[in-house]
């Protein structure tokens, strides 16, 4: 069974990377990212009013985790990219994100 501590959402190649960096992690692979499905987001079994944290930097991906937020009835955090892995820790400690949405840029500061 996977470990639902660390869950990450992922599409295309970037899959086979977080199998291999983080082999016990629920995995959500989408087939297409637009638009997202509502059905994929229920099965994250986020609850509502729960925070929701992103790390991206400004692309369309960014857009679809705050839409997929907004549906899933959470509360988005976005987070700056130029912050660093100390600060992120900090407001990540401070909010407790249910779940945390990272690019596949900065997967490696949200690990």
Known sequence: MNDTKIGVITSGIPYQYV???????????L???HPLPR??????DIPK????AILSESKPEFGVCV???VI???ITVPLDIKLTKYELNSILSDCLPKVLLVSNKYFELGL
Do not use: Q
């Not at 199998?19 to 692979?29: G, R, Y």
């Open 67 to 69: 839409l997929g937020s």
């Open 72 to 74: 899933a009835g959470t």
């Open 39 to 44: 059905k994929l987001i229920e099965e994250l």
């Open 19 to 29: 199998k291999e960096a983080c082999p016990n992690a629920s995995v959500l692979k």
């Open 31 to 33: 087939g297409l990212v």
């Open 49 to 52: 009013g729960e925070r929701a």
